[in-house]
């Protein structure tokens, strides 16, 4: 569904990205992990054509980024790290008018299914602009998810939720894993554990470890993130 091969982004003198390769499987919930400026974000830019890589070539479900941009971009549902929604518009509103972008045949019936999905059905008269950061989330997760894409793309989808929404957002992303390629970048161990069936590493741009979570023991994760993100 993803495949990424020897991806490098330089920009002046830094290189954000340096030989990233790797593939995400239907099914596969995957948590690309490392510290704050590793390159999780820039590389999640590059598989949603927001940016250019430097080299190197990335497609998703057979659509290069090169080639067929909006082909890669139908395929991906995307919440980046920001999370940009229109406050002014009510929720329902928001997801219509999302799910008519998308082409979709009966955009008010798919904006009440996600609402449904997503928990946000006390919140769906309301404003943008009104909601928790919680509730953000998940209209940005409902609207990554509005077109059924075979892959998610999400960038630090938990960071600064309250414990209720941290379940509630979990779950959301295993039940899309179920029958998705999903990729999600984060810095904390925890997440990766609780969501994830796999564990990427990476520091300063490249990747330091690629290990099934099955595998390793409890603190195993944590002291293998701390130990290759050292220096």
Known sequence: MIKIENISKIYGEQRALDGVSFSVSRGEIVGLLGPNGAGKSTLMKILTCFIPPTEGEASVCGHSI???????????????????????????????????????????????????????????????????????????LAQALIHDPEVLILDEPTTGLDPNQLEFVRDIIRRAGRDKAVLLSTHVMQEVEAMCSRAIIINHGRIVADDPIGQLTAGQLTEKFHKLTAN
């Open 66 to 140: 090169y080639d067929d941009p909006m082909g890669v971009r139908r395929s991906i549902g995307y919440l980046p790290e920001q999370n940009p929604l229109y406050t002014d518009m009510y929720v329902r509103e928001f997801l219509r008018f999302a799910a008519g972008l998308c082409g979709i045949k009966d955009p008010a019936d798919r904006a009440e299914a996600m609402i449904e999905l997503t928990g946000l059905t006390p919140e769906a008269n309301k404003k943008i602009g009104q909601l928790s950061k919680g509730y953000r989330q998940r209209v940005g």
